[in-house]
C-alpha cells in the first residue's frame, strides 16, 4: 500500500450512535475529510460474539483503508471493547504499519482523572459493552484505585432509534437504569454514557442523575482526544486530507439511514450503500 497517499479519516460504527463521535470530531476539526461507515446490515454489534465483533470490525477496517483512510476511528464503544487491541496488535502490523485505528474506551477513561473527586466512577452501556469489562480493565489501568460500578441499559437504544426518547416510556427506562446503578452506591460522582446513542437521551439522564454525579458524554471527549493526538503525531496528520468534506456509507438501506441519521446530526445528508 502506498503510505505516502493523503486520505480521508475513517469513521466506523455498527449503526448511528457513532454519528455522536463525528459530529463532535467535525466541530472541533472541521478542515478534514472523513468517511462514516455503519454496518447497519448487521447491527447491533452488542449481543454477538468477541470473535464476530472482531470480524466485522476488521472487514469495515479494510474498507475504510481501501478507500483511502490513514487513521479509522471506531466510534462504537462494543467495537472498541471487542475488537480494537487486536486489530492493533495482530492486523495493522500486517495491513500498513503506517495507518492506524484508534477508539472511544481509552480517551474516556483518560478523562476521568480530570473529573472525578473520589474515583467512585458510574458505567451506562449496552450489555455487550458491559459484559466486556472493558471499561473495568482501562479504568483500573489508568486510574489504580477508582471504583467502576456498571450498568446495562438495553432499553436506551432502541427508544432512541425508535424516535421514542422524548416519550414518557423514555423517562421510565432511564429512571430505572440510573436507580439501579446508583443503588451499587449512593457514592458514585462521575457517570460514563459508554455507548454512542445516550447523548440524546442526556437531557432525561441528567434529569435522573439529578446532580448526584457529573455525566460524561464521549462526543466531546473524544474529538478533543484527536485532536490533541494529530497534534502530537504529524506523521499521522499529514496523512489526513483537508478538504471539509464527509462521505457518509451503510451497509442497509440508504434512505432509511439518511431518515434515522436526523436525529443524531440535525440535517440532512447523502448515504451511500456499500457491501462488506
Not at 136 to 151: R, V
Not at 223 to 249: F, M, N, V
Request: proline share 5%; with cysteine; aromatic share 10%.
Amino acid at each position: 500500500m502506498n503510505s505516502s497517499a493523503q486520505g480521508a479519516i475513517g469513521v466506523f460504527d455498527s449503526g448511528y450512535g457513532g454519528l455522536t463521535i463525528l459530529k463532535s470530531i467535525c466541530q472541533e476539526l472541521p478542515e478534514y475529510d472523513y468517511i462514516y461507515l455503519g454496518d447497519n446490515a448487521r447491527a447491533p454489534y452488542g449481543t454477538r460474539s468477541f470473535d464476530v465483533v472482531y470480524r466485522f470490525t476488521l472487514e469495515a477496517v479494510r474498507y475504510l483503508f481501501d478507500q483511502g483512510c490513514r487513521l479509522v476511528i471506531l466510534a462504537c464503544n462494543t467495537a472498541s471493547a471487542k475488537a480494537l487491541r487486536t486489530i492493533q496488535q495482530n492486523d495493522l502490523p500486517g495491513i500498513d504499519p503506517s495507518r492506524r485505528v484508534l477508539g472511544v474506551i481509552r480517551p474516556t477513561v483518560e478523562a476521568l482523572s480530570e473529573v472525578s473527586h473520589n474515583g467512585q466512577i458510574g458505567v451506562l452501556g449496552t450489555p455487550g459493552t458491559i459484559n466486556s469489562g472493558s471499561y473495568d480493565i482501562e479504568i483500573e489501568k489508568f486510574n489504580p484505585g477508582f471504583k467502576t460500578y456498571s450498568q446495562a441499559c438495553p432499553m436506551w437504544v432502541p427508544l432512541v432509534e425508535n424516535r421514542e426518547s422524548d416519550n414518557p416510556g423514555a423517562d421510565y427506562f432511564v429512571d430505572k437504569y440510573i436507580g439501579e446503578l446508583f443503588s451499587k452506591s449512593p457514592d458514585i460522582d462521575t457517570v460514563i454514557l459508554g455507548c454512542t446513542h445516550y447523548p440524546i437521551l442526556l437531557h432525561q439522564i441528567t434529569r435522573a442523575v439529578n446532580g448526584r454525579a457529573t455525566v460524561l458524554s464521549q462526543g466531546n471527549i473524544v474529538a478533543r482526544s484527536l485532536a490533541d493526538y494529530l497534534q502530537r503525531h504529524p506523521e499521522i496528520r499529514e496523512q489526513c486530507s483537508t478538504g471539509g468534506k464527509c462521505q457518509y456509507l451503510t451497509t442497509e438501506n440508504p434512505d432509511k439511514f439518511a431518515d434515522l441519521a436526523k436525529i443524531f446530526l440535525q440535517q440532512d445528508i447523502t448515504v451511500n450503500h456499500i457491501n462488506l
